[in-house]
């Protein structure tokens, strides 16, 4: 796969309304036309890249599929992509996601969002997407406090979820990977990290809390600077203390590190962690041998290789040339509940606008490849498997090849 490059902030935008105009018959025709457009807006610069192509490009598909069937009730959707990455932040930049998120809300046509990736962004972005009554869906940042009621005044300030998932939080999932560890790994004693990332230290937080509820013991919880080059001197700490694994709660920009120098310092050690190492940027960014053995998770159940998404795995392979990642199944299944929400309102005869969108998200049960999604009052979504991933090279298959690089075990147990 090759890395998703761009050198603007707005991402093929003009290109996107370009190649619309010239599907219904130019500038004319665009303007008798129903519009409605959706955002997109994920860190397409940096250390993430990797994995919120992917997680775009599952989006596409679900549009791209409603335009060429006629619209969604005859509405025409237009995708208006931001990137929420820096190279200044060199992954995710919450600060941009915001200015990223004014935009969007700049435009009355934008009656909805898909993303973040990840969970810093989200909490910049939610209280401005709260101020204007518009839902975003995010197929993968999993940071309980934006949906948390006890932290709604903070994030979600007029009342109303505006913040919707279609994977589960880190209050499952970080828990979750502890009873893993435990049960199926046999782990007695334990080293936590994390990068000092909302999501990393949310996740790392909850993975401790429940580790030393079962008996784990916790030997040292120590952060990393995402920056920084060389993680030697936490590795030589965590080698003298000899627990019997690592837990890494973050994303690849100091995941990658962690794993090329962990490989060398503890090597024999169990190592893993959350979603933010189970994806395409932490493979192709850490390679093999050195993510060899690494344990994952995703925040949702494993998609990719069940029957029932057989035919998106093809259209995307066929579309993009490269292996989709179970969220890039978990942004269509987003898309497609944004999409029934607009035929939804079309249906009711109410005006296409942000909040009628809202409500619909909020009242949705929509069929989707992984199974009818619908939310809590808070815009979380109601199934909570986490599942456990496992790196395992396989020299059949291209060695960023997540669906045969990185093994799927099973759930992780839920107590």
Do not use: C
Not at 81 to 102: E, S
Not at 369 to 394: E, M
């Amino acid at each position: 796969m090759k890395p998703f490059q761009h050198t603007r902030r707005a991402l093929s935008v003009g290109a996107i309304a370009v190649a619309a105009i010239a599907a219904i018959g130019g500038t004319a025709a665009l303007a008798e036309q129903k519009v409605v457009k959706i955002g997109i807006t994920l860190p397409f610069t940096g250390a993430d890249a990797e994995d919120a192509t992917l997680i775009k490009n599952g989006a596409m598909i679900a549009f791209d599929e409603a335009n060429a069937a006629g619209g969604v009730a005859g509405y025409t959707i237009i995708p208006v992509i931001y990137d929420n990455g820096t190279a200044t932040a060199g992954q995710y930049d919450p600060a941009q996601a915001a200015t990223n998120t004014k935009k969007l809300i700049s435009d009355p046509q934008v009656v909805a969002n898909i993303g973040p990736e990840m969970s810093g962004s989200g909490k910049a972005m939610s209280p401005i997407l709260s101020a204007a009554d518009m839902a975003t869906i995010t197929p993968s940042s999993t940071n309980p406090d934006i949906t948390d009621p006890k932290m709604a005044g903070q994030f979600r300030p007029k009342g109303k979820a505006v913040y919707f998932r279609t994977v589960t939080t880190d209050a499952f999932q970080g828990p979750n990977m502890a009873n893993y560890y435990k049960a199926k790994l046999h782990v007695k004693k334990v080293f936590i990290l994390d990068d000092s990332g909302a999501y990393g230290v949310g996740l790392a937080n909850a993975f401790e809390n429940r580790a030393k509820q079962i008996g784990i013991e916790v030997l040292g919880h120590d952060q990393l600077d995402p920056k920084e080059a060389d993680y030697t001197t936490a590795l030589t700490k965590i080698k003298a203390l000899n627990p019997d694994a690592i837990y890494f709660g973050g994303v690849a920009q100091a995941g990658v590190k962690l794993a090329k120098q962990a490989a060398e310092t503890v090597p024999n050690m169990i190592k893993g962690g959350g979603d933010g190492v189970a994806g395409g940027s932490f493979l192709k960014g850490g390679g093999f041998p050195a993510i060899e053995g690494w344990y994952g998770t995703n925040a949702g159940p494993h998609l990719t290789e069940s029957p029932e998404a057989a035919n998106f795995v093809k259209a995307f392979q066929e579309k993009y040339h490269a292996t989709p990642d179970d969220y890039s199944i978990t942004a269509y299944d987003g898309a497609k509940v944004i999409l029934a929400a607009v035929a939804e309102v079309a249906k009711s005869g109410k005006e296409m606008n942000r909040s009628n969108i809202r409500d619909a998200i909020q009242n949705s049960q929509v069929k989707t490849l992984q199974g009818t999604v619908a939310f809590d009052q808070n815009g979380d979504i109601l199934d909570r498997t986490v599942s456990v991933f496992q790196y395992k090279h396989d020299d059949k298959y291209p060695a960023d090849d997540i669906t045969h690089q990185l093994k799927y075990l099973e759930p992780a147990p839920q107590s």
